[in-house]
């Protein structure tokens, strides 16, 4: 593969690489987050297990905070993926330009041309892989912030229904329609989080102090 046939390769990447609908879909459900206990002590018979249901997945989908996810994502990897294209289309000319500059050239002159574009195109593909690195980070912050959501609401209707347990349908082959509440924590966790800023980039981590001496 050609240096600029790399660079429009992973430029490629980066446009296929964070689809939100997919990546969402691919997340799973938060850990089991225990109850309030109903229990007084560890000698009394435990409580029967009192299920609800819910579609994991659609939540994730189908949120209002989801879909500003997807939204933010989707035009910040619209606007990496102009950038690139107008950068891949700068190498390929320079490519094109220093072939027809090979027979006027000594060796060493344009041996030092092609390092130098070589150089310029390491330059780029590091771009490329540091932007998606940086769009998947933030994205999957921005997801855990409706997973902690999701949880509140959760644990809310579970209180208020008087379940003890509540699973994702995924895990369970059959169950009554009455205790599905996917729907009502759609409908809870769109007035509570009802978008979710996509932060630029993460937070630097500070630098470690050296001991002093």
């Known amino acids: 593969m050609t240096t600029v046939g790399r660079v429009a390769a992973l430029a490629a990447v980066l446009a296929m690489g964070v689809v939100l609908p997919a990546a969402a879909q691919q997340q799973p459900p938060p850990a089991a987050q225990p109850l309030p206990s109903t229990v007084a002590g560890a000698s009394e018979t435990l409580p029967a297990a009192v299920v609800g249901i819910i579609d994991y997945q659609k939540i994730l989908r189908d949120s209002k905070a989801a879909g500003s996810i997807r939204d933010q994502v989707e035009v910040r990897r619209k606007a990496y993926q102009e950038e690139i294209s107008k950068q891949e289309q700068e190498l390929r000319e320079q490519d094109q330009a220093l072939v027809k500059q090979r027979t006027v050239l ?90 979710v800023k996509v932060a630029d980039a993460l937070p630097a981590e500070p630098a470690q102090q050296q001991p002093q001496q």
């Open 106 to 195: 000594s060796p060493e002159a344009f041996g030092t041309k092609r390092r130098e574009f070589e150089q310029e195109v390491a330059e780029v593909q590091k771009n490329v892989q540091e932007r998606r690195r940086q769009l998947d980070e933030v994205t999957a912050v921005a997801l855990n912030d409706v997973r902690e959501a999701i949880i509140e609401v959760v644990s809310q209707l579970a209180e208020e229904k008087g379940f003890n347990l509540v699973v994702p349908s995924s895990t369970v082959l059959v169950f009554s329609p009455r205790i599905d509440i996917t729907q009502d924590v759609l409908q809870l966790l769109d007035q509570l989080l009802p978008d």
